[in-house]
Every structure is written in C-alpha cells, then in structure tokens.
C-alpha cells in the first residue's frame, strides 16, 4: 500500500501541474501559479519522497538569444 504524503497548498500546486501537463518550467511555474522559486519547490517535493525527473532544454529569449532551462516531471 502505497504511503500518502502530506503537501502544502504551494507543493500540492506544483505537484498537480505536473500530473496535469506532464512537466512544469519555471516560467509555467511562475505564469500559472505564481510560483517564483520553482527548484526549491523541487527539492521539498523531493524531499518527501516525491520521484522527480528533469532535463535542460535550450530556448530563445526575446532576443533570439539561447538560454537554458530546466524541464521538470514525475518520474
């Protein structure tokens, strides 16, 4: 039987997003929750035991400039 693990409202929201789109970028975070420290919700998810995968994809800032950020999802 699998244990439940007890979330804040600010983890449970990021927790969902991810199950819901199947990933979540710190951009996704901050635009449709309002999340502005995305990689320390990580690491508390984490931290409970939540299995999280991620991978660095580039992307074009305004400028057409790359950049690097980091993709993240349930494992």
């Known amino acids: 039987m699998a ?3 007890k979330l804040t409202k ?9 199950i819901e789109f199947g ?3 710190a951009k996704q975070a901050f635009v449709d929750l309002g ?5 320390g919700a990580i690491y508390e998810l984490k931290k ?3 299995h999280i995968g991620c991978e660095s994809m580039e992307v074009l800032n ?7 950020v980091t993709k993240y999802w349930i494992a």
């Open 62 to 68: 305004r400028y057409k400039e790359k950049r690097v």
């Open 3 to 5: 244990e439940e693990i």
């Open 48 to 50: 409970k035991g939540v």
């Open 23 to 25: 990933s979540i970028t």
């Open 35 to 39: 999340e502005t420290q995305l990689p």
């Open 10 to 18: 600010r983890l449970q929201r990021v927790f969902d997003y991810m």
